[in-house]
């Protein structure tokens, strides 16, 4: 008995210390860790939860903001403006994005193979678009399109012709998707280039061996190893499609027959909170399209990294 006492004595001092030292670690580890935590939920957590907040609420003209739960949810499930804005952007989505990472991973397998003269140059010049600020790129594409001041006005004076106007009710969804591509597809070159330069080369050199042409190398070795960044760049090519605002935005003082207030849902909502002083149904709108974001980039995320 005096013998397990003994025992006991001598083996908890050691475990205390432990203990002691794994809680030491602990807020070590807090300490790295509490600056992230406290921006995030300050510029990211809290809008969130102030944004749900306002959706519960609804202002009247008689007897002001009062309570109404989940009926602002309703409303947006059942607004024809909100759903012509995200069948908009779902048609953008469709379009460009696929022709938007089409190109720049062209333009990433042609710089990856070595064979493309002054490929340093190249990369930049095609990554140089992203650079430029949206509102200043739509400003520029806004000034070539114009058919009264604008590159589409020069050229049809000088030829004399009637080039069709890029901002039209009918172009005018085409119009902002290529300057959407001209900036981002840079950005998206990048994502994949990166990927290709991983790419472990002994890869190529099994299928050189094996006798494989430069196009089953890329549809046998480099695509499947890149397969991660196809992902994530589809990923972010959709929530931006989603988080559509700073081209129709700038477009629409020059295009205001063809982008309306409603055009995309971002745009909606920030007209309901700025123009209409409706800030609990913007924020209702807000997070329906959150969630129908997230949704669907969850949904490509499960379905693109499923294993083949």
Aim: glycine content about 10%; cysteine-free.
């Amino acid at each position: 008995m005096t013998l397990l006492s003994t025992s006991a004595q001598a083996v908890s001092p050691p475990g205390r210390r432990a203990r002691f030292r794994l809680r030491k670690e602990a807020w070590v580890g807090w300490g790295f860790a509490g600056p992230f935590v406290a921006v995030f939920g300050l510029v990211f957590l809290a809008p969130i939860g102030y944004a749900l907040y306002l959706s519960l609420f609804k202002d009247r003209l008689i007897g002001g903001t009062s309570f109404v739960g989940l009926d602002n949810y309703g409303e947006a499930l059942a607004d024809a403006r909100f759903w012509e804005g995200l069948a908009r952007v779902g048609l953008f989505l469709l379009v460009q994005v696929p022709v938007m990472l089409g190109i720049a991973l062209l333009v990433a397998l042609a710089i990856d193979s070595g064979r493309l003269y002054g490929k340093a140059f190249f990369r930049v010049s095609v990554f140089l678009p992203y650079a430029v600020p949206a509102v200043v790129a739509s400003l520029i594409w806004g000034f070539m399109y114009g058919t009264q001041f604008g590159l589409v006005g020069n050229v049809n004076d000088a030829l004399g012709i009637a080039l069709p106007d890029p901002l039209s009710p009918s172009l005018v969804l085409a119009s902002i998707g290529n300057i959407v591509t001209w900036e981002f597809v840079g950005y998206n070159m990048l994502i994949f280039y990166s990927a290709l330069k991983v790419v472990p080369r002994s890869l190529y050199e099994a299928a050189a061996i094996d006798g494989a042409g430069q196009w089953r190398v890329i549809t046998s070795v480099k695509l499947p190893a890149i397969r991660s960044a196809l992902v994530i760049a589809t990923i972010f090519s959709i929530i931006g499609s989603f988080q559509l605002f700073n081209e129709p935005s700038i477009l629409q003082k020059l295009a205001p027959n063809a982008i309306t207030s409603d055009f995309t849902p971002n745009l909606y909502t920030y007209s309901l909170s700025f123009s209409g002083q409706q800030h609990n149904y913007a924020a209702t709108v807000a997070i329906v399209m959150g969630v129908i974001t997230a949704i669907i980039a969850y949904t490509v995320q499960l379905r693109g990294m499923r294993k083949g």
